[in-house]
């Protein structure tokens, strides 16, 4: 019976450490995006720098719970809510891997538009609140995640709803501006590379508030509506 | 004995059940993609609708392929190469999932083209080109995940950097195309949001012979050079 409880105590502490990195990963990444985007109104080369960097920090953390989740499949061999908490974690971190990436992206585009001295960024203000919202949703599906809350998922693939909604109004705006001024056309697609990234993290931090719903109700919400997620997550 | 080697054997027979799904999953993604370009070409409404619509078919098979990895991994308890191969399923249908995105993308953007009835796709040849790359990159790693070959992935890897390379071109050549004439800057958007859309499949398929890599040598080479992948595979 001790021996069980320890066993069982030794599985809660691999459980929690997984949990505690996701979300130190997750912490980090927004960190990335956030210096991503000041970097595209300051152009500051070496916080542009860093930022590329620091994307293999990121891909080294995703590495480290990968292996850590796998060991714990491997040797503790979960079932129902421990495995779907393993799965969700793996799921997790391959977002925010991604999330990275397009970090990463936003930093290059603005090493881009720097470096040829097309200093001014154009629809800056759009992009500062686009992004705002995004990472809005990457902290509030990690919270989901940290308080193993599924309540918030619906909001959040709303809150998806109106990103992409926000990128369309974008886009439009920069064909308006690449018409009035065809000499400003490349930097123009840049800021619309950068907007795609900011589009991007959107969708990924709804897949994360999904998979939270997932590890709390065990339904998979993937591929339904913010209504039906409501009534999944309310039943 | 005789039930230890049953229970191997049903065990036997699940994997291969889910390998199975998945070459179906990635053949059926593989045709809508195909389609997706054809329809390009061709601006046939009908297609269009039945590609955005198949694409509720993609979801459905990832849902299931995941249930099913999800119900081993409980029943079963596989450790080592079973793991991995397990793990490797469900990251690839994660990857083909996001690639029946990409297609159902592409075949919105036709829609959209023809919709307004601005008939001619500009740069259609080149799309048409680095299409076939991807595919052909798709193809070879869905072969490599059937035959648990591990040494196409530097291949593949390398063809990745290619398909970079001409989404470049088609960029650079799309500006210019603008610049000529900025009443299509409109239209030269949509395809640029295709050729985004084929970049990312080409990243997808990647990402997919990585995971070949780890499921038959037990290494995790996401995030490595093809030369280093190349190091591992023939170690």
């Given at each position: 019976m001790i021996t069980k409880e320890h066993v069982s105590k030794k599985f809660d502490a691999d459980l929690e450490e997984v949990r505690t990195s996701v979300l130190q990963m997750g912490g980090f990444v927004v960190q990335q995006i956030e210096q991503a985007v000041e970097a595209l109104s300051t152009g500051d080369e070496q916080a542009i720098e860093q930022i590329i960097k620091n994307d293999h920090r990121v891909n080294a953390m995703q590495v480290k719970i990968d292996e850590l989740s796998c060991q714990i499949i491997a040797r503790r061999q979960p079932t129902a809510g421990d495995l779907r908490m393993i799965m969700t974690v793996i799921n997790t971190i391959t977002d925010l891997e991604r999330i990275g990436d397009e970090a990463a992206k936003i930093a290059r585009m603005a090493k881009l538009i720097y470096d040829t001295g097309r200093l001014k960024v154009p629809r800056f203000i759009e992009i500062k609140h686009i992004a705002n919202l995004t990472i809005d949703m990457v902290n509030k599906a990690l919270d989901a995640f940290a308080r193993l809350d599924p309540s918030v998922s619906a909001k959040i693939v709303r809150q998806d709803d109106e990103v992409d909604e926000e990128f369309r109004s974008i886009i439009r705006q920069l064909i308006t501006f690449m018409m009035e001024d065809p000499r400003k056309i490349s930097t123009a697609i840049e800021i619309l590379f950068v907007a795609k990234a900011i589009e991007r993290i959107g969708d990924h931090a709804k897949n994360m508030s999904e998979y939270v719903v997932y590890m709390v109700k065990?339904?998979?919400?993937?591929?339904?509506?913010a209504d039906e997620i409501e009534r999944e997550v309310n039943e």
């Open positions: 065990g339904k998979d919400v993937r591929h339904i509506s």
